[in-house]
Antibody
Framework: QVQLQESGPGLVKPSQTLSLTCTVSGGSLNNGGYRWSWIRQSPGRGLEWIGYIYFSEPPYYSPSVKGRVTMSLDSSRNQFYLQLSSVSAADTAVYYC???????????????WGQGFLVTVSS | QSVLTQPPSVSGAPGQRVTISCTGSNSNIGAGYDVHWYQQFPGTAPKLLIYANNNRPSGVPDRFSGSTSGTSASLAITGLQAEDEAEYYCQSHDSRLNTYVFGTGTKVTVL
């Protein structure tokens, strides 16, 4: 059973870079052809997809954060990462890492989620 | 601002049938992109409930079903149970925004 777990600093200062790690257990990042996503949730913005990464193609980012976001993965550690630069209070949210389900029609869904990690942007 | 609009709340008595609407546009649901549904309890991550419009992952009761029509989708819960009290979200892809989008969320209350 695949499980995901987010980790990182829970407090980031405005204008700095938010960095989170998602550790995957019970399965390999490289097996199965799965894409791996970051999603965030806040009272003001609701659920917001940030982007996904796959080991054999460039990451796919949401236009809402493009220019500030970088995703990467380390298959040897079975981890993938999120970096979001120039953060502001609007980036305060619970951040989830998730697995994109197998594409059966048009458009991905998210079938496995981490428990979520609260990141607060504040000085 | 979400491009998928849901009613803020719906309620029903145990055993009743409730439906949750998800209204989109011609750049998402109306363009033929699949709709997926999630259930979320307070303080926990969303859980996949329905994928690709009307498919249930293993372990999801058949009381939950999904459908689409035009630029909208619906989630139906039949035989409502107290354990169904949660927040529900729809999700799809939007070709105009070029991103995956979620609905505004609906709180289901069991009376």
């Amino acid at each position: 059973q695949v499980q995901l777990q987010e980790s990182g600093p829970g407090l980031v200062k405005p204008s700095q870079t938010l960095s989170l790690t998602c550790t995957v257990s019970g399965g390999s990042l490289n097996n199965g052809g799965y894409r791996w996503s970051w999603i965030r949730q806040s009272p003001g913005r609701g659920l917001e997809w940030i982007g996904y990464i796959y080991f054999s193609e460039p990451p796919y980012y949401s236009p809402s954060v493009k220019g500030r976001v970088t995703m990467s993965l380390d298959s040897s550690r079975n981890q993938f990462y999120l970096q979001l630069s120039s953060v502001s209070a609007a980036d305060t949210a619970v951040y989830y890492c998730a697995r994109n389900g197998e594409l059966v029609g048009s458009g991905y869904y998210f079938d496995k989620w981490g428990q979520g990690f609260l990141v607060t942007v504040s000085s | 601002q979400s491009v998928l609009t849901q009613p803020p709340s719906v309620s029903g008595a145990p055993g009743q049938r409730v439906t949750i609407s998800c209204t989109g546009s011609n750049s998402n649901i109306g363009a033929g992109y699949d709709v997926h549904w999630y259930q979320q309890f307070p303080g926990t991550a969303p859980k996949l409930l329905i994928y690709a419009n009307n498919n249930r992952p293993s372990g999801v009761p058949d009381r939950f079903s999904g459908s689409t029509s035009g630029t909208s989708a619906s989630l139906a819960i039949t035989g409502l149970q107290a354990e169904d009290e949660a927040e529900y979200y729809c999700q799809s892809h939007d070709s105009r925004l070029n991103t995956y989008v979620f609905g505004t969320g609906t709180k289901v209350t069991v009376l």
